[in-house]
């Protein structure tokens, strides 16, 4: 996933509690964390390892004990981490002790199962509200809400206390629906849709493209191709690249 920040970007107005300045990995791996807690936390287990937590997390014991302290978070010698403390933590700093809003605008395969996906819930967000512009849409009930016309938003994304949109629209939309939401007060944005968004500063986007996590996959499909065709002498075989040059291949494998 990519993220589009401003950076210094203001927080919302009211009384919120001070927050450490995380790196911005840091507070993509956060959510990690928190999964493997609530599942460490299910199975009955108090308190975890670095190790163990990390290794739940798909991240080295360094770097999570790197992470956690960065929350004033530093463990037990020979006990580990209380899993209920921690998870109170992370969710306070990621905002998660409130159950937030949000807005899903394009109701078509993408929009349609992800209003039907219950997993929000218990992750502290409610889909309080479904728009589209196509008018046979509207009226269309999907878990329990019904499709309204993209022309609500305004009157819905007050009376719903919105906080945050979530763009599942073709992209030659996604950025009117953008204006839209930030129009609104909306000040934060997971985006589908597969372009760049212009947002005033303030406003935070996260985007996921599909196509492009799949493109990265191809590339290591094609890395790991390249190296098993490697002569078994060792030596290097030259491959033809686009625009005429020859690298070996293991020069085209790292892509230099």
Do not use: W
């Amino acid at each position: 996933m990519s993220q589009h920040r401003h950076p210094g970007a203001p927080g919302r107005a009211g009384a919120v509690p001070a927050l450490p300045d995380l790196p911005e990995a840091t507070v993509a791996r956060l959510p990690e964390y928190l999964r493997a807690l609530h599942a460490l936390a299910d199975a009955g287990d108090e308190t975890v390892s670095s190790e163990a937590l990390a290794n739940a997390a798909g991240v080295n014991s360094a770097k999570l004990r790197k992470d956690l302290s960065h929350l004033g978070s530093y463990g037990t010698r020979g006990v580990g981490y209380d899993v209920a403390l921690l998870i109170d933590q992370i969710e306070s700093v990621l905002g998660l002790t409130q159950c937030r809003s949000v807005a899903l605008v394009g109701v078509g395969n993408l929009g349609h199962a992800l209003a039907g996906y219950d997993g929000f819930a218990s992750r502290g967000f409610r889909i309080a509200a479904l728009f589209d512009a196509d008018r046979a849409r509207i009226g269309e009930q999907i878990n329990g809400l019904v499709v309204r016309h993209i022309d609500e938003l305004p009157r819905v994304a007050a009376e719903e206390s919105i906080s945050i949109g979530v763009i599942a629209t073709p992209a030659p939309a996604a950025q009117a629906v953008a204006d839209q939401l930030v129009a609104v007060g909306v000040t934060s944005i997971l985006n589908f849709a597969p372009c760049v968004l212009s947002v005033p500063e303030g406003v935070d986007v996260r985007k996921v493209d599909l196509a492009i996590e799949l493109q990265i996959l191809s590339f290591h499909e094609h890395r790991k191709a390249s190296l098993t065709a490697l002569p078994a002498t060792g030596g290097s075989a030259l491959t033809a690249l686009p625009g005429g040059l020859a690298a070996t291949d293991t020069q085209e494998a790292i892509g230099t």
